[in-house]
């Protein structure tokens, strides 16, 4: 229902107006309507791209830059499914079930970690064959969400050694 049929029916009731097709009412309303109908056509797609589970476009850009690439390349529906995974629970973040969730998330497929508590130091290692650009992104997410105490050593496919 577009707004000059939702302003009509909210005044009808009153019985104030001649809501004939031609009246004055009616024709300010269509003019209203006019300018309205964009509006809110535009409230709709705010609302409908704050929610990952409506989102479409760049409600799914916007959130994914936060784990610093936008994943264009997957479907809406897998989009959605990393981003639900991703925002979930930040408590859990802080366990190591939490943090190999956070690193799948983020698209890390093929990884394994050694924790040394006694030494403060874990060691992950990436098995997926990722590019510089590939690497630098997992390096930045892996710094984002690595236990502060510890002394993060990241050992990637192609030899690459990184220390956080």
């Known amino acids: 229902m577009g707004s000059f049929d939702s302003m009509k029916n909210k005044l009808a009731p ?4 001649s809501l ?7 024709c300010e309303l269509k003019a209203y309507a006019e300018g309205l109908d964009p509006l809110f056509n ?5 609302e409908r791209e704050s929610f990952i589970a409506t989102a479409e476009t760049y409600g799914l850009s916007e959130r994914e830059r936060f784990s610093d690439k936008e994943k264009t390349d997957l479907t809406v529906e897998q989009r959605r ?13 802080g366990t190591f079930n939490g943090f190999t969730k956070h690193l ?3 698209g890390i497929v093929s990884f394994s970690i050694d924790e040394h ?7 992950i290692y990436i098995n997926d064959d990722l590019n510089s650009a590939q690497i630098k992104r997992v390096t930045n997410i892996i710094a984002k969400a690595a236990p502060a105490h510890l002394n993060v050593m990241l050992f ?6 990184i220390t956080i």
């Open 14 to 17: 009153l019985g104030v107006y």
């Open 20 to 26: 004939e097709e031609g009246s004055t009412a009616v």
């Open 42 to 46: 535009r409230l709709q797609e705010f």
């Open 81 to 93: 499914a990393l981003l639900t995974g991703f925002e979930q629970d930040l408590g859990a973040k």
């Open 104 to 106: 799948r998330d983020n």
């Open 117 to 123: 508590p006694t030494l403060q130091r874990m060691s």
């Open 156 to 161: 990637f496919f192609d030899g690459t050694q």
